[in-house]
């Protein structure tokens, strides 16, 4: 699929990963719709996007506010054929706190926002994208989850994140063998440690550190990174029904 062609639908659109993929895909041509649940930062990413994109409120764990959100994005942005999941929580805490065991609504609203979340966009989205007219390889749409290294090596403290986020990865290739016969593949990327406001909020000797911890290059990855991968897996329709780490060879030690 031609960037330029793009009516995209991205979760966590105003900021960070999210926000970077919005950069990359309206530069090249493409439109998008920020979904955020952050209002207030909506308009300084539309400042800054210009005219090929437009924001609309919603929470990506509830079902109807998507399913809201998924009918105005498609309407403004006239059609819809990617959608980029970026909004996500850390949920950080150990099982066994010093205070108490981890309350089981911070688990679950973990696993509510960052793995029924996603799947909540993707399926609402591809409701949408079956209907679209196939280009010359049969596809009809895109669907980008995202994932973290997490899922694989989560550290002590990162037990709901690490579920959330192997849940993630585990819907990956299901979803996308279901989704061939209507043209829409999925797929899911894995960043390592990145530049984001959670983490740029940090202290620099934390954010130094972090980065040293990554094999190479030894720094923290970019959000334009993780865009310019997004971009190429909507360009390249060989890429289908996996999950590709974005992380610089990092294997997260276990605290």
């Known amino acids: ?9 991205i979760s966590g659109g105003v900021s960070g990963l999210g926000l970077a993929v919005a950069r990359r895909f309206t530069g090249a041509g493409g439109s998008v ?19 090929r994109a437009v924001f609309v409120e919603a929470d990506v764990s509830s079902e109807a506010s998507v399913q809201a959100a998924v009918e105005t994005a498609t309407e403004v942005l006239g059609g819809l054929n990617v959608a980029v999941s970026c909004a996500g929580i ?12 981890m309350p089981l609504a911070l688990f679950a609203t973990t696993i509510q926002v960052n793995l029924v979340g996603t799947f909540n ?6 409701a949408v994208m079956q209907h679209n007219q196939p280009n010359a390889d049969g596809e ?39 989704l061939t016969r209507f043209g829409i593949r999925v797929m899911t990327i894995a960043p390592g440690v990145f ?20 094999p190479f290059p030894q720094r923290l990855g970019k ?33």
Do not use: C, W
């Open 90 to 101: 850390l949920g950080a805490g150990r099982v066994l706190g010093r205070e108490a065991p």
């Open 1 to 9: 699929m031609d960037i330029g062609s793009v009516r995209a639908i």
């Open 195 to 214: 530049h984001t406001p959670m983490v740029d909020g940090m202290p620099q000797e934390i954010q130094d550190a972090l980065g040293a911890s990554v």
């Open 140 to 178: 009809r749409g895109v669907i980008i989850n995202t994932a973290s290294v997490a899922a694989y090596e989560g550290q002590i403290g990162q037990a709901a994140y690490s579920a959330s986020k192997g849940g993630v990865v585990g819907m990956t290739l299901p979803m996308a063998r279901e």
């Open 223 to 255: 959000p334009s990174e993780f865009a310019d991968l997004a971009a190429h897996i909507v360009e390249n329709s060989y890429f289908n029904g996996t999950t590709l780490r974005l992380d610089g060879a990092i294997r997260m030690q276990a605290k």
């Open 33 to 51: 719709a920020l979904l955020d649940i952050n209002e207030d930062k909506a308009k300084p990413a539309l400042d800054e996007l210009g005219k």
């Open 121 to 126: 966009l993707a399926k609402t989205a591809a």
